[in-house]
């Protein structure tokens, strides 16, 4: 980096904290602190909520996504439009009505004080777990810049967050927001035209979207029903509106924001207004990958992109081994980009076939280069690999018909395969950072990076302050015997996005790369989001379920998602709608044998 990237980096996450600090000093009542005095409008509404949503992760991870596995992802958005209309007729309407800080008061309303409490308490564990990534991803980024450890940016990034969302609460989260939104479109707006602008002269826009579909980057819709694909037409309608349901309905990171609305059609408008952008925005997000995977068909790439890893990678015992890769992989990219140029041309369908026989043999080259990594950064993993070699090398007769040679072989294979996956090993968040680095000019590096970390302070932002809101509100409030001044809420308010802060830098300390980052936050949020949703719903529909039914069903299903998970047996978008069924089953079942709660009903003040 340069000093103008410096500058330009520097210049703009000052602006913001300091911008946020000034225009929202002075909050002296829980009001403008928790719903921002009540004065945010309809543009403002729908960009906080998509600032809120499109965390660094999104700008560092989808674009990786979208170069490994292609445009697919882009279906797991589908659910979102038919979850902001029924959120919009169902849940806005009745949080304005009962003028509720956060969305769990409604269920101390409707059921009771244990109700809310445990559904309050699944939101400040998934929530401060997510708080806790979108930290540590940012940080991914400027230890790739910089050279530093970790630890020392996640404390860095969070104190940056800290500071002003700790000064202005939900309205300093807003206001800040529209000015990271403006720099976070500008500057992937920007890199998009810019990698256009590098690719050879006679590969137009069309001709590039051409030779990523010849390696099947280009499939965005999988009308399949195999439950172990991810991403389909199905999970993303089915499962993706559960999710979202549960996120923008329930989540109070995402509920704070439109409950800061001037009205309800003020809320409802910033929603649908999110709903149809959302899509369009990921689907660019993952263009931007695309075109990056366009790019490096014609310029050679590394085999792994995480810089770190392949450094150890050559200073350990399998430095040659991956050297053997690498120079297999030289004389593969010259045919890639030979049969590239001349699919510009011709538009060949044999090329495109032949095209995408070299880039599975490219993909085998980078699962190699995993597996050695792997090797490097996992001794209890080389160790059961060497005594598997071990075991192998041992047998006399090495034949086919062998059962336990061939046994053996298979258990090799298996432990290679699952080790190529690691989480340890991935690269996905790294290919963006990659690209911007080595390749933006001077300037355009900073903006760059500018947008991720602006992303990364404006989610990390809002969900600090929704973690307080509810720590204050559902908990601390709720359950201390008497009733204390605004001041001294807004002062417990602050205290709290401190503390959540800290926890949060913590998290994120420990935090390690999953399959990748989106994935990893979607995850987390999954196995709580469908018990959550669940109970809002017997809530809102189910009038003779009871309190107690609904708590029991709750701690089970909560139980049951955990196992399921653990266990694998599902995609983690499909956790949400099993999620959900399963509470409600558990619940209307359980009020057929649990006795009627005679604890009195709270009206909320």
């Known amino acids: 980096m340069q000093l103008i990237d410096w500058i330009i980096l520097i210049g703009t996450l000052l602006f913001i904290v300091l911008y946020g600090v000034w225009k929202t000093k002075g909050s002296k009542n829980?009001?403008?602190?928790?719903?921002?005095?009540?004065?945010?409008k309809w543009w403002t509404i729908g960009l906080s909520v998509m600032a809120t949503q499109a965390s660094a992760i999104t700008f560092l991870s989808t674009p990786g996504q979208a170069f490994h596995s292609g445009m697919g992802f882009v279906q797991f958005y589908f659910g979102l439009p038919i979850a902001m209309i029924i959120i919009c007729m169902v849940f806005i309407p009745l949080y304005h009505r009962l003028k509720v800080y956060t969305a769990y008061e409604y269920l101390e309303s409707r059921f009771d004080l244990k109700t809310r409490t445990i559904t309050a308490i699944f939101f400040l564990i998934q929530r401060g777990l997510g708080a806790g990534i979108t930290i540590f991803a940012p940080a991914i980024i400027l230890s790739a810049v910089l050279g530093w450890d970790l630890t020392t940016l996640n404390i860095i990034i969070g104190i940056l967050v800290i500071v002003y969302t700790v000064s202005g609460g939900t309205?300093?989260?807003s206001v800040t927001q529209k000015q990271q939104m403006a720099i976070i479109f500008t500057g992937m707006f920007i890199a998009f035209f810019l990698i256009i602008s590098y690719l050879p002269d006679d590969v137009t826009f069309t001709k590039a979207l051409d030779i990523a579909g010849a390696s099947g980057k280009m499939e965005v819709l999988d009308f399949s029903f195999d439950l172990s694909n991810r991403y389909t037409v199905w999970t993303g309608i089915l499962g993706g509106t559960f999710l979202m349901l549960s996120y923008f309905g329930t989540d109070q990171s995402q509920v704070q924001r439109y409950l800061s609305g001037k009205s309800v059609k003020e809320s409802q408008l910033g929603l649908l207004f999110n709903g149809l952008l959302k899509i369009p925005m990921q689907f660019f997000i993952l263009l931007v990958g695309i075109m990056v995977f366009v790019f490096y068909q014609f310029n050679q790439s590394p085999l792994n992109f995480n810089q770190n890893s392949v450094d150890k990678l050559l200073s350990s015992e399998y430095s040659n081994d991956y050297k053997e890769i690498e120079q297999k992989n030289d004389v593969l990219f010259s045919r890639k980009k030979e049969i590239s140029e001349k699919l510009a041309i011709t538009g060949n369908p044999e090329l495109k076939t032949e095209l995408a026989n070299l880039d599975s043999i490219e993909r085998s080259y980078r699962l190699n280069t995993q597996f050695f990594i792997k090797r490097v950064v996992d001794t209890a993993y080389a160790s059961k690999y060497d005594k598997l070699e071990a075991e192998i090398a041992s047998y006399e007769d090495k034949s086919s018909v062998n059962k336990e040679y061939k046994t053996k072989k298979d258990e090799l294979l298996t432990l290679y395969n699952?080790?190529?996956?690691?989480?340890?090993?991935?690269?996905?968040?790294?290919?963006?950072?990659?690209?911007i680095l080595n390749n933006l000019p001077k300037g355009l590096i900073g903006l760059l990076l500018a947008v991720i970390l602006s992303a990364a302070m404006s989610s990390t932002a809002s969900e600090l302050n929704a973690l307080a809101s509810t720590t204050v509100i559902d908990l601390y409030k709720r359950n201390i015997g008497e009733e204390k001044s605004e001041k001294h809420y807004v002062t417990a308010s602050k205290f709290f996005t401190l503390v959540w802060g800290i926890l949060a830098i913590l998290v994120a300390c420990f935090a390690n790369l999953f399959d990748n980052l989106i994935q990893l936050v979607n995850i987390i949020g999954s196995i709580f989001?469908?018990?959550?949703?669940?109970?809002?719903?017997?809530?809102?529909?189910?009038?003779?379920?009871?309190?107690?039914?609904v708590f029991i069903a709750a701690l089970i299903t909560q139980a049951v998602i955990i196992f399921v998970w653990w266990q694998d047996w599902l995609p983690f978008l499909w956790l949400n709608a099993l999620g959900c069924g399963i509470v409600m089953f558990l619940a209307i079942l359980l009020q057929g044998f649990i006795p009627t709660s005679n604890n009195k009903k709270i009206e909320i003040q």
């Open 418 to 435: 699952e080790s190529a996956k690691d989480k340890e090993t991935n690269d996905k968040d790294y290919v963006f950072i990659y690209f």
């Open 529 to 549: 989001y469908g018990n959550v949703l669940g109970i809002f719903l017997l809530a809102f529909f189910f009038k003779f379920v009871k309190s107690n039914a």
């Open 30 to 40: 829980v009001q403008d602190y928790i719903r921002g005095g009540n004065e945010a």
């Open 171 to 173: 309205k300093a989260v």
